[in-house]
């Protein structure tokens, strides 16, 4: 049995649905049973890791999982009860939906804790995978009402070129580390996408699908962070997103290998992503 846990997420249910495709026995746990409707064929546990109980149920004959979660001020605390948990049930391999940039002295919380978490994976009695992912193309989704609007993408990102990954690929590549644990034991793998991009190439490349020009705008950090501080963002959640560039080394920013070795074809492009995405950026303009 394999569980996945935020099955409903962007990265959890893609892993479910492929596993689940190719004939694998699969649990997913999720917070919300009514929004697991895509995931037929897999056996669905409610519950979140805040709930020992469900965590029970959700791990009880698991040969392998997917650990993944919500970033929160908890997660690490959460995280740490879904591995006690995972123990004494006796899961063999855990696989760790981790994050390029996670070290211990990063100055992005997000990247502490989950290099922390990792910490605890590698030193558990399981086997373990870590996945190691960069930046997403769906966060682009997050823009295309400005997009739309103002013909602007802002991001705090300056001039660095980001080799950003479709998570897609990212879920599609766990469940072929579930399908086959032993073979990626003690491995950790970076996740990028095919070709590192500045965002002024990347709000380029939106306008080509938008039917419009579309400007790169290199938002300052801290007045980032105010903004979103102001449309209600949590402290913790708007300082991350506004400094994330500073939680890459120059290494980090490097397209690697792993990616299409683990899925066995090339990872998907930004322009094939921004394609399946189209009516989102140009508003479903028939004339596009």
């Not at 699908?209 to 963002?233: H, I, K, Q, T």
Request: aromatic residues 4%; glycine residues 10%; charged residues 20%.
């Amino acid at each position: 049995m394999i569980l996945v846990t935020a099955a409903t997420g962007q990265v959890g249910g893609e892993a479910a649905r492929e596993l689940v495709r190719a004939g694998a026995r699969v649990r997913a746990l999720v917070r919300d049973p009514a929004a697991a409707g895509e995931l037929g064929g897999a056996e669905i546990v409610p519950g979140s890791f805040d709930d020992d109980a469900s965590l029970e149920r959700a791990l009880s004959g698991v040969d392998a999982m997917l650990l993944a979660g919500r970033d929160s001020p908890d997660s690490v605390a959460q995280h740490e009860r879904v591995l006690a948990q995972a123990a004494r049930a006796g899961v063999g391999h855990v696989v760790k939906l981790s994050a390029i940039g996670a070290r211990a002295g990063s100055p992005i919380a997000l990247m502490r804790e989950h290099e922390h978490v990792d910490a605890r994976v590698r030193a558990g009695a399981a086997a373990w995978t870590l996945l190691r992912p960069h930046l997403y193309m769906q966060n682009l989704l997050r823009a295309t009402a400005t997009v739309r609007a103002t013909g602007t993408l802002a991001a705090p990102l300056g001039a660095a070129s980001v080799p950003l990954v479709d998570t897609r690929d990212v879920g599609a590549a766990a469940a072929a580390v579930l399908l086959a644990p032993a073979a990626h034991a003690g491995r950790t793998y970076a996740l990028t996408g095919p070709e590192a991009l500045g965002y002024a190439e990347v709000a380029a490349a939106i306008g080509r699908v938008a039917g419009r020009p579309v400007r790169y705008v290199a938002a300052a950090p801290d007045d980032l962070e105010a903004e979103l501080r102001a449309a209600g963002l949590p402290g913790w959640r708007a300082f991350d997103l506004a400094h994330i560039a500073a939680a890459y080394a120059p290494g980090d920013l490097a397209v690697a290998p792993d990616l299409p070795r683990l899925l066995r074809r090339p990872a998907g492009s930004l322009a094939a992503f921004l394609a399946d995405h189209r009516d989102d950026f140009d508003g479903g303009r028939a004339d596009a």
